[in-house]
């Protein structure tokens, strides 16, 4: 075989997959909480791209308007899960839930990746939490840092890292965790949500009530991830070639440590701009300052490279939805 040839089949395997008769076709990527604040954009960033998609949810509800991102109803979380997606190049799993509490580590993420890999998966990217590194994290923060949680949420995603790492091993697949920081950006479902994210939240308190009440105190030090620069961030991964039994965990953040007063003065700031009013900062009483982390994204970034890192930008994306929902009106009607 030529070098020639084995890269065109190299190319097949990485980024495509045949339809039978020969031709090329991209490839399918399962995303496991595809209609989740984190995986509806994910799935709409996909089939954007390229991507055959396949949306895996516990309901039918809500509904893309995207006829390229195919619905798949599972309960992950049920003993008996059925079926799962069949051909999928490779799925990422996006863990969330209405409560803490029913992210209890179980038997549950076992089964789903059994069932994904017997369904010809043979790459996963577990989605997981810089939170894996304590409530209070300090200092510099590495992948190699030790890993100490003292709530249910981190606990739940450390112990969930575990057993999508032994999973490589056993079952013979490529294995991506993500530790993620707190993610900032649009949703396409915000209106359907009863729990929103953080930032959403404070931005609807900024735009309805012109005053934003912080339950943390204001120096209290939050890692800020831009939407965008998450997508960018993954991309490198859902193309590459798997390697049987790899695993491989990143740090993926901004580049910078904030603070929750920073975040909320950025979201005054654009709520005024839109609607001309003065936004109120109210928060707990503090003593001392919050001691701050770092953490480092620099193993992400030699391989993804330099992506933007517009907090601002999608901040005014978030804006925009809860114009939306507020009005009535779709997002793009909100951003004319």
Known sequence: MTLLVALELMTDVIGNQHDGSGRNVPATVAVIGGTGHVGAALCQFLTARGNQVVSVSRSDRPAFDDPGIERFRVDVLARSMGPLPTKAHSAIICPWVQDAGDFAPGSWIDRLVTGLVESGTRSVVYLSTMWVYGDSPTGLLTESTRVGTTNPYGAAHA????????????????????RMANLVGPDPFFGDREKISFAHELMEMAVTERRIVLRSPASTPRNMLPRTLFHHDIEPFLDRQPVEGRVEIYNVGGRSTSTMMDLAVRTARIAEQHHGHMVEIAHPVESTPQPGFHLDTSKIRSLAGPGMDDLTGELSM???????CATGTSVEGARK
């Open 318 to 324: 978030v804006l925009q939805d809860v114009v939306a």
């Open 159 to 178: 112990a969930n890292e575990v057993a999508v790492e032994s999973s490589a091993q056993s079952l013979g697949i490529d294995v991506t965790i993500f």
